[in-house]
């Protein structure tokens, strides 16, 4: 474990590292007190006040995993962040598709994963995680925050945190690297955000109602609108709309 005080992102330091110097090992991860330029899914920033969160990256070598199946190491990273939390938590936490961790209808944290890719194969893949665990205020322009401190009213210890992720991620890599792969799929679908029920959607610029039922083994995303229609949705084509 590299614990640095403040960089502009793991994930970014990670690959660098990786790219730069002699072979980095399995399982190394990057921690940060601090980043200045926090990385998030499609393009967006990550916010984590200075020494409050956890905001790390992990480093696997997912060699015998097709690209085709990529989306399974999404499932796993979610699993095991979800199973660290769970006994924290209860079952209020979430995972909003493809990799968001929620705690009722407020976000708590996020996975950004960029894979290396050699052909049909992963050849690195840099696992950044942000978790809000004792930040209570956030700014505007995250309205939808929330962090364990808020929900617990009182501080978790970050060390402990980062250990007990790491620990259930790994467990569940091991399940993906032994095939369990139906076991993996269906619990993954278990802890899914608004699965089987009601709500409103936003894609290809119109609105509809519809309902996830599932997800296609690449992680697409099938959501039922009120014709019966199953549709499937890639990340990006879709947005949840919270009333
Ligand atoms: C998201 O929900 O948009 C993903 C957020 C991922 C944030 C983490 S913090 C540690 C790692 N380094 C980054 O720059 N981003 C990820």
Redesign the pocket.
């Known amino acids: 474990m590299i614990s640095i005080k403040e960089v502009d992102?793991?994930?970014?330091f990670l690959k660098n590292l990786v790219a730069n110097s002699k072979p980095v090992p399995e399982g190394t991860v990057i921690m940060?007190e601090s980043?200045y330029?926090?990385?998030?899914?499609?393009q967006?920033g990550?916010h984590?006040e200075p020494g409050k969160n956890l905001?790390?990256?992990l480093l696997l070598n997912p060699a015998f995993l097709a690209v085709t199946d990529q989306f399974d190491l999404t499932r796993v990273v979610s699993l095991g962040v979800y199973d660290a939390l769970e006994p924290i938590l209860g079952n209020n936490l979430k995972i909003k598709w493809p990799?968001?961790i929620y705690y009722g209808d407020k976000?708590l944290?996020?996975?950004?994963i960029e894979n290396l890719l050699q052909g049909n194969q992963i050849k690195q893949s840099v696992i950044?995680?942000?978790i809000n665990v004792n930040q209570v205020v956030f700014p505007d322009w995250v309205p939808n925050a929330a962090s364990i401190n808020q929900i617990l009213q009182q501080d978790y210890d970050l060390q402990l945190l980062l250990s007990q992720i790491c620990n259930n991620i790994e467990a569940w890599y091991l399940k993906l690297k032994a095939g369990k792969t139906a076991l993996i799929r269906q619990a993954y679908l278990n802890i899914m955000y608004w699965l089987n029920q009601q709500h409103a959607f936003k894609a290809g610029g119109s609105i509809f109602n519809g309902t996830i039922t599932s997800l296609k083994n690449n992680g697409l995303l099938i959501v039922k609108n009120n014709k019966e229609v199953e549709l499937e949705f890639n990340f990006k084509e879709i947005e949840f709309l919270n009333k």
């Open positions: 992102s793991t994930n970014t940060a980043q330029a926090g990385r998030g899914q499609q967006n990550w984590s905001t790390f990256s990799n968001d976000k944290g996020g996975i950004l950044g995680i942000g």
